[in-house]
Protein backbone atom coordinates (compact mmCIF):
# COMPACT_ATOMS: atom_id res chain seq x y z
CA UNK A 1 0.00 0.00 0.00
CA UNK A 2 1.49 3.36 -0.81
CA UNK A 3 2.12 5.79 1.92
CA UNK A 4 -0.22 8.68 2.88
CA UNK A 5 1.29 11.98 4.20
CA UNK A 6 0.22 15.71 3.22
CA UNK A 7 1.12 16.35 -0.67
CA UNK A 8 -0.46 13.21 -1.69
CA UNK A 9 -2.43 13.07 -4.54
CA UNK A 10 -5.66 11.47 -4.21
CA UNK A 11 -8.83 11.49 -6.37
CA UNK A 12 -12.78 11.40 -4.76
CA UNK A 13 -15.71 10.34 -6.55
CA UNK A 14 -17.48 13.41 -6.10
CA UNK A 15 -14.87 16.21 -5.87
CA UNK A 16 -12.38 14.51 -8.34
CA UNK A 17 -8.39 15.36 -7.67
CA UNK A 18 -7.18 16.19 -4.73
CA UNK A 19 -3.92 16.85 -2.82
CA UNK A 20 -4.31 15.60 1.13
CA UNK A 21 -2.96 19.01 3.49
CA UNK A 22 -3.12 17.12 6.77
CA UNK A 23 -3.29 13.31 8.06
CA UNK A 24 -4.72 12.44 11.36
CA UNK A 25 -3.75 8.31 11.45
CA UNK A 26 -4.91 7.87 14.56
CA UNK A 27 -8.46 8.77 13.67
CA UNK A 28 -7.89 8.24 10.02
CA UNK A 29 -9.64 11.85 8.86
CA UNK A 30 -7.68 13.55 6.84
CA UNK A 31 -7.71 16.93 4.62
CA UNK A 32 -7.57 17.36 1.07
CA UNK A 33 -8.02 20.34 -1.18
CA UNK A 34 -9.96 19.98 -4.57
CA UNK A 35 -9.50 22.15 -7.61
CA UNK A 36 -9.61 25.78 -6.96
CA UNK A 37 -11.38 25.31 -3.53
CA UNK A 38 -10.21 28.11 -1.16
CA UNK A 39 -10.91 25.48 1.73
CA UNK A 40 -10.42 22.15 2.49
CA UNK A 41 -12.28 18.82 2.90
CA UNK A 42 -12.45 16.51 5.85
CA UNK A 43 -12.25 13.24 5.17
CA UNK A 44 -12.66 9.60 6.65
CA UNK A 45 -10.41 6.91 4.95
CA UNK A 46 -12.98 4.23 6.46
CA UNK A 47 -16.19 5.34 4.78
CA UNK A 48 -15.33 7.89 2.53
CA UNK A 49 -13.95 5.76 -0.46
CA UNK A 50 -11.22 7.93 -1.11
CA UNK A 51 -8.30 6.64 -3.82
CA UNK A 52 -4.66 7.25 -5.00
CA UNK A 53 -4.33 9.05 -7.98
CA UNK A 54 -4.16 5.76 -9.66
CA UNK A 55 -6.78 4.57 -8.93
CA UNK A 56 -5.52 2.29 -5.83
CA UNK A 57 -8.15 2.38 -2.69
CA UNK A 58 -6.89 3.84 0.41
CA UNK A 59 -8.05 1.53 3.28
CA UNK A 60 -7.45 2.13 6.92
CA UNK A 61 -8.51 -0.46 9.55
CA UNK A 62 -12.06 0.77 11.53
CA UNK A 63 -10.41 -0.11 14.94
CA UNK A 64 -8.07 1.97 16.44
CA UNK A 65 -4.62 1.65 16.75
CA UNK A 66 -2.57 2.24 19.40
CA UNK A 67 -2.44 5.79 20.88
CA UNK A 68 1.00 5.17 21.70
CA UNK A 69 4.31 2.92 20.91
CA UNK A 70 5.32 2.66 24.91
CA UNK A 71 4.30 -0.99 24.76
CA UNK A 72 6.17 -2.00 21.41
CA UNK A 73 9.12 0.14 22.92
CA UNK A 74 8.79 -2.21 26.11
CA UNK A 75 8.69 -5.78 23.87
CA UNK A 76 11.66 -3.95 22.03
CA UNK A 77 13.67 -3.24 25.49
CA UNK A 78 13.05 -6.57 26.92
CA UNK A 79 14.21 -8.44 23.67
CA UNK A 80 17.43 -6.59 23.91
CA UNK A 81 18.07 -7.23 27.54
CA UNK A 82 17.64 -10.79 26.40
CA UNK A 83 20.11 -10.51 23.92
CA UNK A 84 22.57 -8.72 26.73
CA UNK A 85 21.85 -4.93 26.37
CA UNK A 86 21.10 -4.47 29.99
CA UNK A 87 22.30 -1.09 30.33
CA UNK A 88 19.42 0.37 28.06
CA UNK A 89 16.75 2.16 29.94
CA UNK A 90 13.14 3.29 29.20
CA UNK A 91 12.01 6.23 30.49
CA UNK A 92 8.08 7.06 30.18
CA UNK A 93 6.19 10.50 31.57
CA UNK A 94 3.08 11.70 31.15
CA UNK A 95 3.33 15.44 29.56
CA UNK A 96 2.15 18.75 31.80
CA UNK A 97 -1.16 18.32 29.90
CA UNK A 98 -1.75 15.18 31.29
CA UNK A 99 -2.95 14.43 26.96
CA UNK A 100 -0.31 11.80 26.13
CA UNK A 101 3.17 10.62 27.57
CA UNK A 102 6.78 11.07 26.82
CA UNK A 103 9.34 8.50 26.12
CA UNK A 104 13.51 8.41 26.46
CA UNK A 105 15.55 5.69 25.60
CA UNK A 106 19.17 5.70 27.44
CA UNK A 107 21.92 3.92 27.71
CA UNK A 108 25.02 4.12 30.33
CA UNK A 109 24.65 4.48 33.68
CA UNK A 110 21.24 3.70 35.37
CA UNK A 111 20.97 7.38 36.23
CA UNK A 112 16.97 8.50 36.33
CA UNK A 113 17.83 12.14 37.20
CA UNK A 114 20.87 12.65 34.63
CA UNK A 115 19.83 11.07 31.44
CA UNK A 116 21.72 11.14 28.38
CA UNK A 117 19.73 12.68 25.42
CA UNK A 118 20.61 10.81 22.07
CA UNK A 119 18.85 12.43 18.68
CA UNK A 120 15.90 10.01 17.69
CA UNK A 121 16.01 8.14 21.58
CA UNK A 122 12.87 10.32 22.49
CA UNK A 123 9.89 11.40 21.69
CA UNK A 124 5.83 11.96 22.53
CA UNK A 125 2.62 10.45 21.95
CA UNK A 126 1.55 14.17 20.84
CA UNK A 127 4.03 13.72 17.69
CA UNK A 128 3.24 10.07 17.33
CA UNK A 129 -0.61 10.46 16.76
CA UNK A 130 0.03 12.08 13.50
CA UNK A 131 3.16 10.41 12.53
CA UNK A 132 2.99 6.70 14.20
CA UNK A 133 7.11 6.38 14.13
CA UNK A 134 9.99 6.37 16.53
CA UNK A 135 12.54 8.61 14.69
CA UNK A 136 15.70 6.50 13.96
CA UNK A 137 14.46 5.32 10.70
CA UNK A 138 11.96 2.45 11.59
CA UNK A 139 8.62 2.01 9.33
CA UNK A 140 4.91 2.79 11.04
CA UNK A 141 3.72 -0.65 12.85
CA UNK A 142 7.24 -2.13 12.85
CA UNK A 143 7.28 -5.28 15.44
CA UNK A 144 10.32 -5.14 18.34
CA UNK A 145 12.93 -7.10 16.16
CA UNK A 146 12.40 -4.50 13.32
CA UNK A 147 12.81 -1.46 15.77
CA UNK A 148 15.51 -2.68 17.38
CA UNK A 149 17.26 -3.61 14.15
CA UNK A 150 16.64 0.04 12.95
CA UNK A 151 18.23 1.32 15.78
CA UNK A 152 21.01 -0.44 15.83
CA UNK A 153 21.74 0.72 12.18
CA UNK A 154 20.70 4.40 12.90
CA UNK A 155 22.84 4.77 15.82
CA UNK A 156 25.28 2.23 16.51
CA UNK A 157 27.48 3.46 18.60
CA UNK A 158 24.27 4.38 20.88
CA UNK A 159 23.62 0.90 20.94
CA UNK A 160 27.20 -0.36 21.87
CA UNK A 161 26.77 1.72 25.24
CA UNK A 162 24.13 -0.94 25.98
CA UNK A 163 25.61 -3.51 25.74
CA UNK A 164 26.33 -4.95 29.39
CA UNK A 165 25.04 -6.42 32.34
CA UNK A 166 22.30 -4.96 35.07
CA UNK A 167 20.61 -8.06 36.54
CA UNK A 168 18.41 -6.34 39.17
CA UNK A 169 17.14 -3.71 36.39
CA UNK A 170 16.55 -6.45 33.66
CA UNK A 171 14.57 -8.65 36.26
CA UNK A 172 12.43 -5.94 37.16
CA UNK A 173 11.99 -5.03 33.62
CA UNK A 174 10.71 -8.44 32.03
CA UNK A 175 8.56 -8.94 35.49
CA UNK A 176 6.65 -5.74 34.81
CA UNK A 177 6.60 -6.29 30.90
CA UNK A 178 4.73 -10.03 31.87
CA UNK A 179 2.55 -8.27 34.06
CA UNK A 180 1.48 -5.48 31.06
CA UNK A 181 1.86 -6.40 27.65
CA UNK A 182 0.12 -6.04 25.40
CA UNK A 183 -2.69 -3.35 26.76
CA UNK A 184 -0.64 -1.97 29.19
CA UNK A 185 2.46 0.02 29.90
CA UNK A 186 3.88 1.80 32.77
CA UNK A 187 5.03 5.35 33.86
CA UNK A 188 7.20 7.13 36.04
CA UNK A 189 5.79 10.18 36.41
CA UNK A 190 2.23 10.96 38.54
CA UNK A 191 -0.02 14.20 39.37
CA UNK A 192 2.61 16.32 41.23
CA UNK A 193 -0.56 17.72 43.57
CA UNK A 194 -0.91 14.32 44.94
CA UNK A 195 1.24 12.12 46.76
CA UNK A 196 3.34 9.56 44.89
CA UNK A 197 1.47 6.41 44.39
CA UNK A 198 2.62 3.42 46.37
CA UNK A 199 2.46 1.16 43.15
CA UNK A 200 3.98 2.32 39.69
CA UNK A 201 1.22 4.25 37.38
CA UNK A 202 -0.22 2.02 34.59
CA UNK A 203 -1.95 3.02 31.45
CA UNK A 204 -3.74 2.02 29.12
CA UNK A 205 -2.09 1.78 25.21
CA UNK A 206 -5.32 2.16 23.11
CA UNK A 207 -8.78 3.18 23.87
CA UNK A 208 -11.08 0.52 24.81
CA UNK A 209 -9.20 -1.04 27.21
CA UNK A 210 -10.63 -1.80 30.91
CA UNK A 211 -8.64 -0.07 33.51
CA UNK A 212 -5.66 -2.16 34.75
CA UNK A 213 -6.52 -4.86 37.62
CA UNK A 214 -3.47 -6.35 38.39
CA UNK A 215 -1.19 -6.69 41.09
CA UNK A 216 0.74 -3.40 41.94
CA UNK A 217 3.89 -3.12 40.33
CA UNK A 218 7.09 -1.78 42.43
CA UNK A 219 8.77 1.17 40.85
CA UNK A 220 12.34 0.50 39.05
CA UNK A 221 15.49 -0.53 40.94
CA UNK A 222 17.49 2.47 41.94
CA UNK A 223 14.10 4.59 42.49
CA UNK A 224 14.25 4.76 46.04
CA UNK A 225 17.13 6.64 46.73
CA UNK A 226 15.47 9.23 44.42
CA UNK A 227 12.44 9.85 46.11
CA UNK A 228 11.89 9.37 50.13
CA UNK A 229 8.43 8.39 49.79
CA UNK A 230 8.69 5.41 46.80
CA UNK A 231 9.02 2.27 49.35
CA UNK A 232 12.26 0.03 48.52
CA UNK A 233 12.31 -2.95 46.15
CA UNK A 234 12.85 -6.29 47.86
CA UNK A 235 14.37 -8.71 44.99
CA UNK A 236 15.55 -12.06 45.55
CA UNK A 237 18.35 -13.36 44.91
CA UNK A 238 20.01 -16.80 44.07
CA UNK A 239 23.17 -17.09 45.06
CA UNK A 240 25.58 -19.81 43.24
CA UNK A 241 25.35 -22.17 46.33
CA UNK A 242 21.03 -22.31 45.35
CA UNK A 243 20.04 -20.28 48.70
CA UNK A 244 17.67 -16.96 48.10
CA UNK A 245 18.87 -13.91 49.72
CA UNK A 246 17.09 -10.71 49.71
CA UNK A 247 18.42 -7.46 48.44
CA UNK A 248 16.87 -4.54 49.16
CA UNK A 249 16.93 -1.49 46.81
Known amino acids: MKPVAPGTVIFHRYRGYGVITS??????????????????LDLNLSSDQVQHADGEPILFRVQPPARMPHARLMEMVRGL????????????????????????LFTGPRNWMQRPWREGWYGSGAEYNLNPIMGWG??????????????????????????????????WFEMVCEALLPDYA?????????????????????????????????WP???????????????????PAGVPSDDLR
Open 81 to 104: HRAGYQRLYLYTWPKASGLHWRWH
Open 138 to 171: DAPGADAQELSSALARFDPQGMSQALGRDEDHAA
Open 221 to 239: PGWAGLWPSVPAIRLIRIN
Open 23 to 40: VNLLTGWISARFGAEGRT
Open 186 to 218: FSLGWDQGDSQPEGLPVIAVRRGVPDYAGPALP
